[in-house]
């Protein structure tokens, strides 16, 4: 709810501008506060911050606007590959300071996505969902393979970047802004425009909401912000490819949309941050035993069956539920495996390295089918929700007259 | 006396079915007018063919003078028409009084910039359009249940929502597609008088489509009658009731 | 671009590789679409089924003997038809299990969720598949299990009479000039530092072979050949009889107006005591095989394919864009678009961009959807306000 009777603290300019302040002011800092982390954990948290701006952008125009855009990589490419070939191209003619060169191309890389969005956006006048969907992707793959043809663009090999600028505080930055002008906009009467077009186009015409004007805008906002973090992805890593922007990134993408739940900002900014980590943090699995590895398809499959029926009771019943099929799961995984152990051929040892996607391919399906609306469903992670759940009634019951 | 809404032969074909054949009929400012007939009769497309969502074969639609036939149906919100729909299409996920701004948003538009930054503008015009839904939901009842979703309320209350939110686009004339359906007694009465106060207090002109004669009939004070998409009888509620062409057609009589 | 490299006479040429190739986008398509038709639900599994069905017909091949570096010689047709028949029993049961573990719990919720519950699935059988099959290096059937390796060459246009003899007077000169260069090699000349009347007899025999060479491209260019592998042919014959069946099923038996009943409206299909559960399993049961059928025919007859487990990735997805491209749901409208989608990858080779061959699938999909959103045999449906 996000026009709920009861008025939010950041109506008052003074809120406004006092977080703003602060925020700015941590993200300054943040650069030198975790100066002391090694490389890779930077690179991780860097990531995760391009992430979570693709992901809430990709929101904007999935969840909150309704419309089915599954080629959201291709704005980041867009991006990235405006700020390569300005980088490679003015930047040692114009000798900016960093600070400065920064926005600017940030801002060229968000331009030009804007442009590409305006581009994919008008086939979604007249296309409907599934459709969308795979004009989206066709064209995030034209625009790829065109670039791999490019001579100006390197072709395959791609173009390096320098200068080479990373700043967590940069990215956060921009995560930050995304989640805010989103939050922002779902506060105002003009975010439930966007929302009304995607509960129902034909009443929102009715009541006069420019149904069209809203879908390219929805475009047009999401692939500025993918964009921009383009822009800062390609300072980051030092070159762009468009290997770095392949189909996977979109369907990756869209999972993080769903799996935090289609239309919830906070949801997407978790399910990025989640989806993206657990992949990382399995790069140093060990070596299993097949048995081990089977078992655990085995029980999942086997009790998440139990989904099929219909759960009525209390929420919290419902999560203790949900754990409990987890724990299932994982116990009876490890029992099975002992027992498959026994079995011809079942004790080669799988390397670690292999089973990272495997594994994060199980979570996926597993996480699915057990809360198939996302980690939080349409719901936002706020103040509101919070006292909800603790126990002020939730007035989501029918109320008859 | 002016003419507000008025349908000059307007006909409208799909294929070979013509669903409304020549329907002729003229609404003045203030009227609370009825549309019936028996099922299939071609209504709902008269309000369809109205408000842009089908572009007339052939004939005019004139509103306020000026012919809209054809108009796409955002455009037809802003010069001033508004209506509810039969099957009913609310903003299922959105609260009872988000589906009411939603309407609002017409008159007191929130540029895009503003409402990324949320700039005080932005607030504004939110705030302002929080309170006129609230004014809207209490014509309708409904401000006690503002902050539930809206596809959590019962049927009637739905109905009523969606006559709020069409209201809230300030529109001249409101279509009312059915408004009673699946009301009881007492609820009918307290539409009528609803409809009768969105008439007096707001002077907005009132056409609606009902099944319920006796609705109808004591609501309206001018009724048009289609059967088979055709005109069959036009008058004050009296003449209806006595026209045999209509007793033919909702009775079915043999020829 | 080599765009002034365009030859009309291969372009017959062109066009049959690209049917060819068109029917194996077809097969999938039709998987695609039939789901699609029932469930409303993308099968972004399905180029992974179509995975599993080249790795059936590898593993087939290798039990009749065609393990790598086999010396087998003989082969029969009814090898090929043992390998189709596994692919394709080893899609149906996959396809099966994916719908009835994987699609049929979410069955109820919302449709984007099927969606990435289908991606999970995909991403689990490429990355599981690393783990338990053969992939580096990726393997290929051997070509030699094929009996119809011979092709058939239809002469449209033939070169002039005159050329022709020219060429025959060529080649003879080559031969001879090859004979005396063996020749002298047999005796002791050195191949790269010949003495001078070696180099001689070297530079005569270069030169004949480029004057041959010169020659035969131009019959090339005068004459229209186009050459179909046999092989090819019955990989399209196969292709029309499976649809034939395909259609026959869906059309004049009761299943298959089940399945239509269902695509049309799940709900009153189940109301009407169609058995939706059943219906949608045999769906995918067909769909998948015909994409095994699909997979058998393009890694055995398209020799030297490559197979891992991303070799559907691409397939699928292009396959995908066809059922698109004539309507998804549509089933006639899944052949068209996959014929559509392989004639004009072979087009764009034709061109000279052949580069870009993967972006036209995209490119005709966005044309054609533009001015048809529906796809080509789609049905607009309008919404009833």
Redo the contacts between chains.
């Keep these: 709810?996000?026009?709920?009777?009861h008025?939010n603290w950041?109506?008052f300019?003074w809120v406004?501008l006092l977080s703003v302040g602060g925020v700015l002011l941590v993200l300054s800092q943040l650069d030198g506060l975790l100066a002391g982390q090694n490389d890779f954990v930077k690179r991780l948290i860097i990531l995760a911050g391009l992430y979570v701006v693709l992901a809430v952008s990709l929101n904007l125009i999935n969840g909150i606007t309704g419309q089915?855009s599954m080629g959201h990589a291709a704005f980041y490419m867009v991006g990235a590959y405006t700020a390569g070939y300005l980088a490679s191209t003015q930047f040692t003619r114009l000798n900016l300071p960093l600070t400065l060169w920064m926005p600017l191309v940030m801002v060229a890389g968000a331009i030009a996505a804007a442009i590409a969005g305006l581009i994919v956006g008008l086939?979604s006048l007249?296309?409907?969902g599934?459709?969308l969907?795979?004009?989206t992707?066709?064209?995030g793959?034209?625009l790829r393979?065109?670039a791999?043809?490019s001579t100006e663009l390197g072709k395959a090999f791609g173009l390096n970047v320098s200068p080479n600028f990373r700043s967590i505080g940069l990215t956060w930055g921009l995560a930050i802004l995304c989640v805010?002008?989103c939050r922002?906009?779902l506060?105002?009467?003009?975010?439930?425009?966007f929302?009304?077009v995607r509960?129902?186009e034909?009443?929102?015409?009715?009541?006069?909401?420019?149904?069209t004007r809203t879908k390219v805008?929805a475009f047009v906002?999401g692939s500025a912000f993918a964009g921009a973090a383009g822009a800062v992805l390609a300072h980051f890593e030092g070159f762009v490819s468009t290997a770095m922007f392949s189909?996977d990134v979109s369907?990756i993408l869209?999972?993080m949309v769903?799996?935090g739940g289609?239309?919830s900002i906070t949801g997407s900014v978790i399910a990025a941050v989640l989806l993206f980590y657990i992949p990382e943090a399995m790069r140093e699995l060990p070596d299993t035993p097949?048995a081990r590895?089977l078992g655990a398809?085995i029980a999942i499959?086997a009790l998440?069956?139990r989904?099929?029926e219909r759960f009525h009771g209390p929420a919290r019943q419902k999560w203790a539920r949900n754990l409990g099929i987890v724990l299932g799961c994982v116990v009876l995984a490890i029992a099975l495996g002992a027992v498959l152990a026994n079995l011809p051929g079942m004790n080669t040892m799988?390397q670690g390295s292999?089973?990272?996607?495997?594994v994060?391919?199980?979570t996926?399906?597993a996480l699915?089918?057990l809360r198939?609306?996302?980690i939080l469903a349409?719901h936002e992670l706020s103040w509101d929700w919070v006292q909800r759940l603790r126990g002020k009634p939730a007035?989501?019951?029918?109320?008859?007259? | 006396m002016t003419t507000l809404l008025e349908l000059r032969d307007a006909t409208i074909r799909f294929g070979g079915l013509v669903a409304v054949n020549k329907v002729c009929f003229e609404i003045h400012p203030g009227q609370l007018f009825g549309l019936i007939g028996p099922n299939g009769a071609g209504k709902t497309t008269c309000f369809n063919l109205i408000t842009g969502v089908y572009r007339p074969t052939s004939g005019e639609i004139f509103f306020d003078g000026k012919g809209i036939g054809g108009t796409s149906p955002s455009v037809i919100a802003e010069k001033g028409i508004a209506r509810t729909f039969q099957n009913i299409r609310l903003f299922k996920s959105l609260s009872v009084l988000e589906n009411v701004v939603v309407g609002g948003c017409l008159r007191r538009p929130t540029g895009l910039f503003s409402a990324l930054a949320y700039l005080p503008k932005a607030i504004q015009i939110t705030d302002a359009l929080r309170d006129e839904a609230l004014r809207y939901l209490k014509i309708v009842h409904l401000d006690h249940v503002a902050n539930v979703r809206s596809a959590d309320l019962s049927y009637g209350m739905q109905r009523r929502l969606e006559i709020a939110r069409a209201m809230a686009t300030q529109p001249k004339l409101l279509l009312l597609d059915e408004p009673a359906a699946g009301m009881n007694p007492q609820e009918k009465g307290e539409l009528n008088a609803m409809v009768r106060r969105i008439r007096d207090d707001h002077g907005m002109t009132v056409l609606l489509i009902e099944h319920d004669m006796r609705f109808v009939m004591t609501l309206c004070e001018r009724i048009v009658v289609l059967d088979h998409g055709e005109e069959i009888a036009q008058g004050p509620p009296a003449e209806i009731r006595e026209d045999p062409k209509v007793i033919a057609a909702y009775l079915g009589e043999a020829h | 671009m080599p765009l002034a490299a365009v030859e009309l006479s291969t372009l017959p040429q062109q066009l049959a590789n690209g049917i060819l190739l068109g029917s194996i986008y077809a097969l999938i398509a039709l998987g695609y679409t039939m789901v699609y038709g029932v469930l409303k639900l993308i099968n972004f599994a399905h180029g992974e089924v179509f995975m599993l069905g080249a790795y059936a017909a590898l593993f087939a091949s290798w039990g009749l003997g065609f393990t790598p570096n086999n010396t087998l010689t003989a082969t029969s047709p009814v090898n090929l038809l043992i390998m189709l028949l596994a692919s394709m029993a080893l899609c149906a049961v996959v396809g099966v299990i994916i719908e009835r573990f994987a699609y049929r719990p979410i069955r109820n919720q919302p449709r984007i969720s099927s969606l990435i519950t289908a991606i999970g699935v995909s991403l689990l059988l490429q990355y599981g598949g690393q783990l338990f099959l053969p992939t580096s290096p990726a393997p290929n059937i051997d070509g030699k299990v094929n009996p119809y390796r011979n092709a058939v060459e239809l002469k449209f246009r033939e070169a002039p009479l005159a050329l022709r003899e020219e060429a025959k007077g060529l080649e003879s000169q080559v031969q001879k000039a090859q004979a005396e260069w063996d020749a002298r090699l047999a005796a002791g000349e050195s191949r790269f530092a010949p003495s001078s009347e070696g180099r001689i007899v070297r530079d005569a025999l270069n030169a004949a072979k480029t004057e041959l060479n010169q020659k035969q491209t131009e019959i090339a260019r005068q004459s229209a050949v186009v050459v179909l592998p046999v092989g090819q042919l019955i990989m399209l014959g196969a292709t029309v009889v499976l649809m034939g069946l395909l259609t026959y099923l869906v059309m004049f038996t009761r299943p298959g107006r089940a399945m239509r009943a269902v695509s049309h409206d799940f709900d009153s299909a189940a109301l009407m005591g169609v058995n939706v559960n059943s219906i949608v399993t045999f769906t995918f049961l067909i769909g998948s095989a015909l994409a095994g059928a699909g997979a058998m025919m393009n890694a055995t007859f398209l020799s030297g394919t490559k197979i891992d487990t991303f070799f559907g990735m691409l397939p699928g997805v292009k396959a995908f864009v066809a059922a698109v491209l004539g309507g998804i749901g549509n089933i006639p409208g899944a052949v068209l678009g996959g014929v559509l989608m392989g004639v004009a990858e072979a087009l764009v080779v034709w061109v000279g961009i052949g580069q870009y061959r993967d972006a036209v699938a995209f490119v005709v999909l966005i044309a054609v959807l533009l001015l048809r959103p529906g796809g080509l045999l789609g049905s607009s449906k309008v919404e009833k306000v």
Aim: overall charge positive; charged content about 15%.
């Design positions: 709810m996000s026009l709920a009777i008025r950041t109506q300019a406004r089915f086939p007249r296309l409907r599934d459709y969907a795979i004009v992707l066709g064209f793959e034209i393979i065109v791999n043809n805010a002008c922002n906009l506060k105002t009467s003009r975010g439930l425009q929302l009304a509960e129902d034909i009443a929102s015409a009715a009541m006069g909401v420019p149904v805008l906002v189909m369907f869209v999972t769903v799996l289609t239309g097949m590895i398809p499959v998440l069956r989904e099929q799988v292999k089973l990272r996607m495997v994060f391919a199980i996926l399906i699915m089918l198939p609306q996302g349409h007035p989501t019951h029918e109320v008859s007259a």
